[in-house]
Nanobody
Framework: QVHIVESGGGLVQAGGSLRLSCVTSGLTVGRYSVAWFRQVPGQEREFVAGVSGGGATHYADSVKGRFTLSRISAKNTVFLQMDSLKPEDTALYYC????????????????WGQGTQVTVSS
């Protein structure tokens, strides 16, 4: 059975940093891609960043240069380091996984965590 658990969200001032963690279990590392999405109430869930089983990373244009993905395969953990945070980064952040490449589409993922809230104050 697959489990995905996110943590690390919180309240931070604009310009600050947070590191989100996504711990997965029940997945075969190397076969699955892990991605972060975020959602604001009333809006679509949008792709933030993803890492493929082979280690290739992909970022949304809105976070390039500010957010960084890293992975510790031995611990089945993916981190999203978020720097230079902006109020528009405020959202519920979800971790998701899929077998195959790290596609930037919500519909491509069938395994989801419960989310962790990130709030950036101005």
């Amino acid at each position: 059975q697959v489990h995905i658990v996110e943590s690390g969200g919180g309240l931070v001032q604009a310009g600050g940093s947070l590191r989100l963690s996504c711990v997965t279990s029940g997945l075969t590392v190397g076969r699955y891609s892990v991605a972060w999405f975020r959602q604001v109430p009333g809006q679509e869930r949008e792709f933030v960043a993803g890492v493929s089983g082979g280690g290739a990373t992909h970022y949304a244009d809105s976070v390039k240069g500010r957010f960084t993905l890293s992975r510790i395969s031995a611990k089945n953990t993916v981190f999203l380091q978020m720097d230079s945070l902006k109020p528009e980064d405020t959202a519920l952040y979800y971790c998701a996984a899929r077998e195959g490449s790290a596609a930037p589409l919500r519909s491509a993922y069938n395994l989801w965590g419960q989310g962790t809230q990130v709030t950036v104050s101005s």
